[in-house]
């Protein structure tokens, strides 16, 4: 998996700029991470599953993940930031 462009949606914008500034510094630099290094281990790079099928998260920490969907071609779209409970709101 190469990465080559990040879009972000309107509710991952939303959530980010909700999040405490560590988080938000942490979240900055784990997409550093991912960008170089999707398979970084310290990512947890993990394929989800259910009604969330075809979505994928990396962590940000033990509390805060990132989910987001490839499109195409190393295009990944960002949809939502925050604590593990933003699978059950999706």
């Known amino acids: 998996m190469q990465v080559k462009e990040i879009h972000y949606n309107k ?3 939303q959530q980010f ?3 405490p500034k ?3 510094k942490k979240a900055c630099k784990c997409e550093e991470l991912f960008r170089e290094n999707p398979f970084h281990p310290s990512l ?4 989800l599953k ?3 099928d075809g979505f994928w998260s990396i962590s940000i920490d033990m509390k805060y993940r ?7 071609d190393g295009v990944i779209l960002i949809v939502s930031i925050g604590l593990h409970a933003i699978y ?3």
């Open 17 to 19: 700029i909700a999040l």
């Open 22 to 24: 560590a988080i938000q």
């Open 44 to 47: 947890r790079l993990h394929k």
């Open 66 to 72: 990132i989910i987001w969907k490839p499109l195409a």
């Open 88 to 90: 059950e709101n999706k």
């Open 50 to 52: 259910g009604k969330l």
């Open 11 to 13: 509710e991952f914008e």
